[in-house]
């Protein structure tokens, strides 16, 4: 069992940039593969970016692909999503995740979600 809290969500200006934090309880927290997704109003959960276990290996949606960058810190349980060049298209609610699957992909089952954080992108 794992919990996340996700931070950093808040208001920004199209162009500008936010870096959403995930801290993770457990021991265990190098073992999963974890990953960012968002959820805008009224549209379907996507696919943002996962990394493996170690950080060495990610992916991410063509459409935060260049922009976004995900990263990992096992020693403090937590995981990065560095967001650049933000647009108002930008705008939702980004969930971090966490996955006992070795794969890391929009196809990886996730197990365990935070509660989300508020991202806004103004025109």
């Known amino acids: 069992q794992v919990q996340l809290v996700e931070s950093g969500g808040g208001l920004v200006q199209a162009g500008g940039s936010l870096r959403l934090s995930c801290a993770a309880s457990?021991?265990?927290?190098?073992?999963?593969?974890m990953g960012w997704f968002r959820q805008a109003p009224g549209k379907e959960r996507e696919f943002v970016a996962a990394?493996?276990?170690?950080?060495?290996?990610?992916n991410y949606a063509d459409s935060v692909k260049g922009r976004f960058t995900i990263s990992r810190d096992n020693a403090k349980n937590t995981v990065y999503l560095q967001m650049n060049s933000l647009k108002p298209e930008d705008t939702a609610v980004y969930y971090c995740?966490?996955?006992?699957?070795?794969?890391?992909?929009?196809?990886?089952?996730?197990?365990?979600w935070g509660q989300g954080t508020q991202v806004t992108v103004s025109s």
């Open positions: 990394i493996n276990w170690s950080g060495g290996r990610t």
């Open positions: 995740a966490a996955s006992r699957e070795r794969t890391y992909y929009s196809g990886t089952r996730f197990n365990f």
């Open positions: 457990g021991r265990t927290f190098s073992s999963y593969v």
